[in-house]
Nanobody
């Protein structure tokens, strides 16, 4: 499984970005896919996760502003980010658990495959 993120940029507070993550070597999409981020001086944290049945879960601070989605035909995971705040800044990672899971959580240990990250910077 190979994971490549894109779409990071520098924006002003209140702006929007859409991150993309192309996943190759993963044919059946039966597992969990997620976005994590790591801000300056912070540990990496889970932002959003989507299951094989399209059930989603979000970190509290992004609920109502971020939307995770996937397009199986394009082998792509997305993160639409609206109403961005400076505290949303960080390196955003796409993570894949290719194995069937009854539940998907935002814990790092559940994801064996990671991309290199794409940088998001939000200025006030």
């Amino acid at each position: 499984v190979h994971v490549v993120e894109s779409g990071g940029d520098s924006v002003q507070a209140g702006g929007s970005l859409r991150l993309s993550c192309v996943v190759s070597g993963y044919r059946h999409w039966v597992g969990c896919l997620a976005w994590f981020r790591q801000g300056p001086g912070h540990e990496r944290e889970g932002v959003a996760v989507i299951s094989n049945s399209d059930t989603t879960s979000y970190k509290d601070s992004v609920k109502g502003r971020f939307t995770i989605s996937k397009d199986k035909a394009k082998n792509t995971l997305y993160l639409q980010m609206n109403a961005l705040k400076p505290e949303d800044s960080g390196l955003y990672y796409c993570a894949v658990n290719p194995y069937f899971s009854l539940q998907c959580s935002l814990g790092e240990s559940g994801f064996p495959y990671w991309g290199q990250g794409t940088q998001v910077t939000v200025s006030s």
